[in-house]
């Protein structure tokens, strides 16, 4: 076979359109210029330190910042904190309780206003009721749920007192959720009786029982009535002993829990890949590393304004890219979410547009999947609806081609909004890659430069950096 006598791997893209950020944007952006570029180019690993003390509140200090011994890093060593801690308590503490946390919106077209101080009791009495259930500090908790309020609230009382979650998706086969239950050898369950999409009842309690079968350490399952409660009359088997509903457990649980201060490098979560093994290979984020770079990148690639904003990511909280920016990042900084049950198509192909319009929405956050889906609906579904209060659009999950990226900006942001391309993928757990500063103005379908405090080099399998253009297929 002959030897290769160029490239194998060629760069074909050239996109040397640019759109700049109008000037109004610039004027309030918090990362106007490239002063936090400067800061972390001088010293990195004082740049998260700073990130990690202004960003969170923390129990006790660390002692060192960064022990890096590839391929594996902690971070913030010795130091504790609580992450429910500081996505709810602190806010309230802050005076902002009243503050919305969540704007929840059912498929079928019932809301829920859940403020900060609401989520927080919430949290509270289901962390007393999981604590009841015989869950302690590095236990291991599933979740499969529909996209409701009760989900969040799941994943942060496992936060309050230590017991890493699981969050499997509600789309997933009883086979994935017993392979993943397995896995992680969870103690407890937390699912609903269903959830609804294209304006029926999707059923989660059926995919539960099959899969309990092959689940040995699940001692308990608490059954949120979501479809039951809102229209729907399947009847939904409940093993006795083993199976609980949610509002009965919850309506005698104490209302208040203490956090409890966590090791930085307590598990928080796992969360399954596919990846290209038969096999889910588990993820595993800590607490104290994860929280600031969660914190950090959502507030400053969203040009997070916590007393104004009202945000949107438009992703599932089954994968990772709602965990850190529809879950952790938004309610660590304090902002105001939108959070949707249900398909774009449904009871209208313009429901997302509707949800803008209603809530006020001024950041949205979605994949380029669902972007090509709107265009080939139309541009006259978004240019029914008033989208003028939205300043700054993200991309998520896939490359975004330049055709779909200026639609987006043109018919979504009205030719004025940012648009925010962010590379990153669930071993990150937050974003490496984005626009995040005023100059250079990014490119369609360009995700531009490393954020500040991170290096990116693409390598070949000896470690060493390969020039642009350079590179050799398999």
């Known amino acids: 076979m002959p030897e290769p006598t160029g490239p194998a791997i060629e760069d074909y893209l050239l996109e040397e359109r640019t759109f700049p950020p109008p000037e109004d944007f610039k004027e309030q952006s918090l990362a106007a210029g490239t002063f936090l570029y400067d800061e972390a180019a001088r010293d990195d690993q004082g740049f998260w330190a700073r990130q990690a003390a202004d960003l969170l509140d923390w129990d006790q200090e660390w002692h060192t910042i960064c022990e890096w011994e590839l391929p594996f890093a902690k971070w913030f060593v010795g130091g504790t904190l609580n992450v429910s801690y500081n996505c709810l308590d602190r806010h309230v503490e802050a005076g902002h309780g009243e503050r919305v946390a969540f704007h929840w919106e059912g498929e079928p077209g019932d809301t829920r206003t859940i403020t900060y101080a609401d989520l927080l009791a919430e949290v509270c009495r289901l962390a007393n009721v999981l604590k009841g259930l015989g869950v302690q500090r590095g236990d291991r908790v599933a979740v499969y749920m529909p996209m409701i309020p009760e989900l969040p609230a799941a994943l942060l009382a496992c936060a309050r007192i230590g017991a890493a979650h699981s969050v499997v998706f509600g789309g997933f086969s009883a086979d994935a959720l017993s392979d993943r239950i397995n896995d992680a050898e ?55 002993g083993r199976d609980h509903w949610y509002a009965d457990l919850m309506a005698s649980a104490d209302a208040t829990c203490p956090p409890e201060p966590m090791d930085s490098e307590q598990l928080l979560y796992l969360l399954y890949t596919s990846g290209t093994t038969a096999k889910p290979k588990g993820i595993m984020h800590t607490s104290g ?131 925010v391309d962010t590379w990153w993928q669930t071993e990150t757990g937050a974003i490496m890659i984005s626009p995040c500063r005023a100059p250079p ?23 060493q950096p390969v020039a642009k253009g350079a590179g050799t297929s398999p």
């Open 186 to 240: 969870a103690k407890v369950l937390i699912t609903a009786d269903g959830g609804w999409r294209r304006g029926q009842a999707a059923l989660l309690k059926p995919t539960v029982d099959d899969a309990l079968t092959s689940t040995p350490s699940i001692e308990h399952v608490v059954v949120v009535a979501r479809t039951s409660t809102s229209g729907d009359d399947h009847d939904i088997a409940m093993t006795e």
């Open 289 to 419: 590393g994860y929280l600031t770079q969660v914190a950090f990148t959502h507030k400053y690639v969203f040009d997070i304004h916590p007393h104004t904003d009202v945000y949107w990511c438009a992703a599932d909280i089954g994968w990772v890219t709602g965990h850190s920016y529809i879950v952790y990042g938004p309610l660590a900084n304090g902002v105001t979410s939108v959070l949707y049950e249900g398909t774009p198509d449904t009871p209208a192909r313009d429901r997302w547009w509707q949800i803008v319009e209603r809530y006020q929405v001024t950041k949205l956050y979605t994949a380029p999947t669902a972007i090509r889906t709107f265009m080939k609906w139309g541009s006259d579904l978004p240019g029914g609806r008033d989208l003028s209060s939205l300043k700054l659009l993200g991309s998520v999950g896939e490359p975004i081609n330049p055709e779909a990226w200026i639609w987006y900006r043109t018919h979504i942001g009205g030719g004025r909004c940012p648009v």
């Open 441 to 463: 103005p990014p490119a369609p379908g360009s995700a531009t430069f490393p954020l500040p405090g991170i290096s990116a080099e693409v390598v070949d399998e000896a470690g």
